[in-house]
């Protein structure tokens, strides 16, 4: 039990870390083709690697009502929350987005009550759901001059949306349990979302020839779908299914800071005082909020 649950910790690191360095691939490769379409090529190969290894192993697709689950799961999660975040990458930096994505966990909450009805909403709840928006109007002091700038409002809007289909995808899937090896489910919600954002990619427009990219765009896909995808999103189906969701939640408070300070590191994004208090603010909120949340739940 103790060698499970240590490897349950390793994984969690892992995400901890990889899908905040996930962000600056993202930000690379939607710089050289549309979001929607680098998430797209990044779901469906991953998922086809997965399945193919499942399936010569021996494993068969499950029943009809399990795909439908599987693929509600895949729309929420990948479809909508990963392929609207990277597509939101095409207009605002990879740090910002990181920090809007951060509000995961104080949305879980919100979701999780509104689902269960069970858990009381307590005072200090609403004051850390208040410290958290707070901290993200600090951060936003120094975009005011773009908010007028219609593709970086859309940025923005693209990313909440992203995260709100996130967290109320999570919530949904905990409420799940899977049929299928977890990994197996995990393969077919990538290899299922990748074939729908690349079919409305086809129909929209929304795509670009892999030949004539780059080598940028090689590197941040090979990146996203070892790394990100393979790796990260593996480990944290493992760490979720071995650990309470509160501790694994905790990943969500050091993505935002790896992925600020890299993008300030590899891309020249800004960072600034008023960024960095911002950011500590917001996870301050999202923090109180889930310390009381588990409160409620004990």
Known sequence: MKKESNRAYIALGLVSFFWGTTYIASRIGAQHMPGLFVSGVRQFSSGLILVTFFLVRGYTLPAWSALKKISLQAILLLCVANG???????????????????????????????????????????????????????????????????????????????TLSWSFGTVYTSKQKPSTDILFTVGL?????????????????????????????????????????????????????????????????????????????MLQEKINANMILGT?????????????FRKTRT
């Open 189 to 265: 919600q990538m290899l299922i979302a990748g074939v729908v954002m690349l079919l409305v990619c086809g129909l929209t427009g929304k795509y670009a020839n892999l030949a004539d990219t780059g080598h940028a765009s090689w590197l941040a896909l090979g990146y996203l779908i070892v790394f990100g995808s393979l790796l990260a999103y593996s480990a944290y189906v493992f760490a979720i299914s071995k650990l309470p969701p509160a501790q694994v939640s905790i990943y969500a408070y050091i993505n935002p800071i790896v992925a600020v300070g890299l993008g300030w590191l």
């Open 280 to 292: 500590a603010i917001t996870l301050a909120g999202v923090w109180l909020v889930n310390k009381e």
């Open 84 to 162: 609207l975040l990277t597509w939101s990458l095409e207009y605002i930096s990879s740090g910002l987005a990181a920090i809007i994505a951060a509000l995961v966990p104080l949305f879980i909450t919100i979701f999780t009550v509104w689902l269960s009805r069970c858990t009381r909403i307590t005072r200090w709840m609403i004051f850390g759901m208040f410290i958290g928006f707070a901290g993200v109007l600090t951060i936003f002091y120094d975009y005011v001059g773009q908010l007028h700038n219609k593709s970086f409002l859309l940025g923005v809007v693209l990313a909440l949306l992203s």
